[in-house]
């Protein structure tokens, strides 16, 4: 098999052009699709003389599972790796998780590359599902001791995945109830359920500048706090009972209640201000309002 034949690479992006220009001399050599959720007249003019690239322009946000599968949708090779834009590419550690693919295709599910920050720290990807810690189970010690060879786990973040185009397909890809965030849990739980492994390849290194992919501003941030514990309910909602969504809901309440009123009178005015993004998350999602406005959400 051929790695720049049987691997597209898929990118969705919003206000993200200079991370992307940082990877050109990796996109070139491959089959790219691009879901441009900003509608930047800057990125078409950067890629528009790469004949390899297909850019799809969105006049609205479409969110990343949206875009993801709508990218994916026009690729036809074997293989699919899923990218943040900010995600610093390494042609050796595409090859080298494409390889380890080889070895078992028919038990691998989706693979990760081991994350570094910009100062080659390197931070733990997989991890346990999100059920697992609502539930007590603890993750400090996958932090402690990180395994140096490939490694069976729940979940991995989704800012970087190798899998197979037709099983990606055969799970009905990313659930479009998630605008953002969830959707790589949710992708993953659905993967074990078939059956299939996911696995961090430790030998597969990649940078990733997280939360770097779009210009931050404390409204940005402020929406996507709400966004995340929005779409942490309808996670938490798809996988379990009505009892145990009824307790997290009722509970948080309380506790965001109170911690916003605490906060308030000792003066800590951001730990407040967090808290209150919670009650509006809660709020929303219980009402279902955010339906309503994902329709118009601009980040």
């Given at each position: 098999m051929n790695i720049y034949k049987d691997?597209?690479?898929?990118?969705?992006?919003?206000?993200?052009?200079?991370?992307?220009?940082?990877?050109?001399?990796?996109?070139?050599?491959?089959?790219?699709?691009?879901?441009?959720?900003?509608?930047?007249?800057?990125?078409?003019?950067?890629?528009?003389?790469?004949?390899?690239?297909?850019?799809?322009?969105?006049?609205?946000n479409l969110g990343y599972g949206i875009a993801n599968n709508l990218a994916i949708s026009y690729s036809v090779t074997p293989?699919?790796?899923?990218?943040n834009p900010d995600i610093i590419l390494n042609e050796n550690s595409i090859k080298t998780l494409f390889v380890s693919f080889l070895n078992?295709?028919?038990?691998?599910?989706?693979?990760?590359?081991?994350?570094?920050?910009?100062?080659?720290?390197?931070?733990?990807?997989?991890?346990?599902?999100?059920?697992?810690?609502?539930?007590?189970?603890?993750?400090?010690?996958?932090?402690n001791n990180i395994p140096?060879?490939?490694?069976?786990?729940?979940?991995?973040?989704?800012?970087?995945?190798?899998?197979?185009?037709?099983?990606?397909?055969?799970?009905?890809?990313?659930?479009?109830?998630?605008?953002?965030?969830?959707?790589?849990?949710?992708?993953?739980?659905?993967?074990?359920k078939k059956g299939k492994y996911i696995m961090e390849v430790p030998l597969s290194k990649f940078i990733h500048l997280e939360n770097s992919s779009s210009k931050k501003r404390f409204l940005t941030d402020s929406k996507l706090s709400i966004i995340h514990k929005i779409s942490s309910y309808i996670y938490i909602k798809k996988n379990t009972n009505?009892?145990?969504?009824?307790?997290?809901?009722?509970k948080n309440l309380f506790d965001y209640i109170q911690r916003f009123f605490v906060n308030l009178i000792l003066f800590k005015f951001k730990k407040s201000y967090?808290?209150?993004?919670?009650?509006?998350?809660l709020i929303l999602f219980f009402s279902l309002l955010y339906k309503l406005i994902y329709k118009f959400m601009k980040i």
């Amino acid at each position: 098999m051929n790695i720049y034949k049987d691997i597209t690479l898929i990118l969705v992006t919003y206000r993200s052009e200079n991370l992307i220009l940082r990877n050109l001399d990796v996109l070139k050599k491959f089959p790219v699709i691009i879901v441009d959720n900003s509608n930047s007249n800057k990125l078409n003019s950067i890629i528009d003389e790469f004949d390899n690239i297909k850019l799809i322009r969105s006049n609205k946000n479409l969110g990343y599972g949206i875009a993801n599968n709508l990218a994916i949708s026009y690729s036809v090779t074997p293989f699919i790796l899923i990218i943040n834009p900010d995600i610093i590419l390494n042609e050796n550690s595409i090859k080298t998780l494409f390889v380890s693919f080889l070895n078992d295709p028919e038990n691998i599910g989706i693979l990760g590359p081991s994350l570094y920050d910009e100062n080659m720290k390197r931070r733990t990807n997989g991890s346990i599902s999100y059920i697992d810690h609502l539930n007590g189970i603890k993750i400090s010690n996958l932090y402690n001791n990180i395994p140096a060879d490939n490694t069976c786990c729940k979940f991995l973040m989704g800012c970087c995945y190798l899998i197979k185009r037709d099983f990606f397909n055969s799970l009905g890809g990313f659930d479009e109830n998630f605008f953002m965030y969830f959707e790589d849990n949710d992708l993953c739980d659905r993967a074990i359920k078939k059956g299939k492994y996911i696995m961090e390849v430790p030998l597969s290194k990649f940078i990733h500048l997280e939360n770097s992919s779009s210009k931050k501003r404390f409204l940005t941030d402020s929406k996507l706090s709400i966004i995340h514990k929005i779409s942490s309910y309808i996670y938490i909602k798809k996988n379990t009972n009505f009892f145990f969504i009824s307790f997290q809901i009722i509970k948080n309440l309380f506790d965001y209640i109170q911690r916003f009123f605490v906060n308030l009178i000792l003066f800590k005015f951001k730990k407040s201000y967090k808290n209150f993004l919670r009650l509006i998350s809660l709020i929303l999602f219980f009402s279902l309002l955010y339906k309503l406005i994902y329709k118009f959400m601009k980040i």
